[in-house]
């Protein structure tokens, strides 16, 4: 996948494909990423890209035809009809079903807004969808673009290690994570599950379900509303909240 991000801090934002799985998807050929420095594309010398709110108020808008130009740049560099996606408090709140989506794309332009906002004309003209990352204040959009990019770069093709850990992911069951332990098996006089030491991986595959869909009861019971639970998963958690009640 190609991906160019328009942002006033390109410097900052290429730095996501230095470290950990964006770095990998470089480095295998999944992934390229270009941050282009919008004020290349101001057309003054100045290298304005922002003016006053028309109506008045505080802060500055940033302007459509540098926005147009560097949108422009962009489709020129990538070729094919990339999604213009601008990262926005007003966006479709990001989560993971986005990132498989955005996975499957040839090529992406991402644009970072600063200031107030966008003019509203270039939004409505130009951009494909608006992703936010949540009800919060950034200052900007650059982390925001930098958060798309590391969750989408794992996903794209040679990237993980083993394709099942992607499966395995919270989320993409739509699942919480189980619990995990390590070495030393007891630390402060407590002991792992027993049922991880006994080298049974039915009944280890069930207990992390188990442990999953009692996780996620507890602490995220809004995404079991979105998911069937077959017959095993019903039992499990069934015997997870009846536990639940004795040890609690
Ligand atoms: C102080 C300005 N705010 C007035 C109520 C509006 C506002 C404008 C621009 C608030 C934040 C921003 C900059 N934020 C982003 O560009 C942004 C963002 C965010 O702030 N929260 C969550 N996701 C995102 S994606 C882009």
Not at 80 to 87: E, I, K, T, Y
Not at 106 to 133: H, K, M, N, P, T
Not at 163 to 177: I, M, T, W, Y
């Amino acid at each position: 996948m190609r991906i160019e991000v328009i942002s006033l801090f390109p410097e900052w934002v290429e730095q996501v494909a230095r470290h950990g799985m964006p770095r990998i998807a470089v480095e295998v050929g999944a992934l390229s990423l270009h941050a282009r420095d919008l004020r290349d594309s101001s057309g003054n010398r100045w290298r304005r890209v922002d003016d006053r709110p028309y109506g008045g108020g505080p802060g500055m808008v940033m302007e459509a035809e540098p926005l147009t130009a560097a949108v422009a740049a962009a489709k020129r560099s990538l070729g094919g009809a990339p999604r213009v996606v601008l990262m926005s408090p007003q966006g479709e709140r990001f989560d993971q079903r986005w990132a498989e989506r955005l996975a499957q794309e040839q090529s992406l332009i991402l644009l970072c807004g600063r200031y107030e906002g966008l003019d509203e004309r270039f939004v409505q003209a130009e951009v494909d969808f608006e992703l936010s990352l949540g009800d919060f204040v950034l200052s900007g959009g650059e982390l925001a673009a930098m958060v798309v990019i590391d969750a989408v770069a794992r996903l794209l093709p040679g990237v993980l290690g083993h394709a099942q850990s992607a499966e395995n992911d919270s989320f993409s069951n739509g699942l919480l994570d189980h619990p995990h332990y390590t070495r030393p098996e007891t630390w402060r006089g407590q002991a792992v599950p027993e049922v991880l030491l006994s080298g049974d991986h039915a009944r280890i595959a069930r207990w992390r379900l188990k442990q999953a869909l009692g996780q996620t009861w507890l602490k995220r019971p809004d995404l079991l509303e979105g998911i069937e639970l077959d017959d095993e998963a019903r039992t499990l958690l069934g015997e997870f909240i009846s536990e639940q009640r004795v040890n609690g």
